[in-house]
């Protein structure tokens, strides 16, 4: 996005022209898919090469990688839902003995 590939300089996405530290504009867009993010954005040397990007059809957005789960984060996923059922069923069980007292059951 922007970047010229000799020296790392921001140029223009439409017309390639060598952009100072002020005198540039950028331009975002997300597209949410069912797939992935789709984050698309480009550099430009003033609106009107801004608005006639957004004009055209946008390039596809990059697929998102997802990182395959550790066996840490799986003991971890685990471990939340081993103490979400322990403290559910003791409320449970609280809820019961406090209905006994009270004799509604």
Do not use: K
Request: charged letters at 10%; aromatic letters at 6%.
């Amino acid at each position: 996005m922007g970047h010229d590939a000799t020296d790392g300089t921001l140029v223009c996405d439409m017309c390639g022209v060598s952009l100072d530290g002020d005198s540039w504009l950028a331009v975002a867009v997300t597209r949410p898919h069912a797939t992935s993010l789709g984050d698309v954005g480009a550099v430009f040397c003033g609106q009107p090469h801004a608005a006639a990007w957004i004009a055209s059809p946008l390039p596809d957005p990059a697929p998102l990688h997802a990182e395959p789960r550790s066996g840490r984060d799986r003991a971890a996923t685990a471990g939340f839902w081993a103490v979400v059922a322990v403290v559910a069923t003791f409320s449970l069980a609280g809820v019961v003995a406090v209905a006994q007292w009270a004799g509604l059951v």
